[in-house]
């Protein structure tokens, strides 16, 4: 069993930056694949982006590529979400997800295993 604990959302004007992290408990972090995902209002939850178990491999949603940067600590069990050049698009509540496969790198809500509370990321324009 793994809990996750989201924090580091807030309110930044469009074209600012955010830092959001993820703490884990359990040993078994470091053998998770760890993702981001996001949901706006009135809409369904959005791959934003998945680290694997090592930190070696990433992916992106087209829709942050160049702006967000996913990274791990495995020593902290905590993964994290930079964000730059935030759009008003970019608002919603993010979610922290672990996945026990190592061996996909999955952009859907489903595969995963573990779900933090989420944290409130809202983009003024």
């Known amino acids: 069993q793994v809990q996750l604990v989201e924090s580091g959302g807030g309110l930044v004007q469009a074209g600012g930056s955010l830092r959001l992290s993820c703490a884990a408990s359990?040993?078994?972090?470091?053998?998770?694949?760890m993702a981001w995902f996001r949901q706006a209002p009135g809409k369904e939850r959005e791959f934003v982006a998945v680290?694997?178990?090592?930190?070696?491999?990433?992916y992106y949603a087209d829709s942050v590529k160049g702006r967000f940067t996913i990274s791990r600590d495995n020593a902290k069990n905590t993964v994290t979400l930079q964000m730059n050049s935030l759009k008003p698009e970019d608002t919603a509540v993010y979610y922290c997800?672990?996945?026990?496969?190592?061996?996909?790198?999955?952009?859907?809500?489903?595969?995963?295993?573990?779900w933090g509370q989420g944290t409130q990321v809202t983009v003024s324009s």
């Open positions: 997800a672990a996945d026990k496969n190592p061996l996909r790198l999955a952009p859907v809500a489903g595969e995963y295993d573990y």
């Open positions: 359990g040993r078994t972090f470091s053998t998770y694949n």
């Open positions: 680290i694997n178990w090592s930190g070696g491999r990433t």
